[in-house]
């Protein structure tokens, strides 16, 4: 079991920056890959980028060159870098971590409750 909890979202204005942060407990050691998703109001939850095991990333078009993931390993906590905001990544992030077993096959997600990222001026 992991259990994940999110931080750091807030107003801010177009063009600003906010970093997300993602507090992991449980047994980190089994996660495969970490993610971020957002869910804007009467939007499907949407991919925003992810995180291997072995520090790959990859990022949805619409956020490719302004948001980065990355891990602190000592603290536990997985981080979401925004810059250069919008009014359309107004949304509530979430932080996702999957378990992949492979004998039998099995892929196990945890979520956490979200935080709200609302960009306006």
């Known amino acids: 079991q992991v259990q994940l909890v999110e931080s750091g979202g807030g107003l801010v204005q177009p063009g600003g920056s906010l970093r997300l942060s993602c507090a992991v407990s449980g047994s980190i050691e089994s996660i495969n890959a970490w993610g971020w998703y957002r869910q804007a109001p009467g939007n499907e939850r949407a991919l925003v980028g992810t995180?291997?095991?072995?520090?790959?990333?990859s990022y949805a078009e619409s956020v490719k060159g302004r948001f980065t993931i990355s891990r602190d390993n000592v603290h536990n906590t997985i981080y979401l870098h925004m810059n250069s905001l919008k009014p359309e990544d107004t949304a509530i992030y979430y932080c996702n971590a999957k378990e992949i077993k492979l004998t039998p096959l099995q892929v196990n997600e945890y979520w956490g409750q979200g935080t709200q990222v609302t960009v306006s001026s």
């Open positions: 995180l291997s095991k072995g520090g790959v990333t």
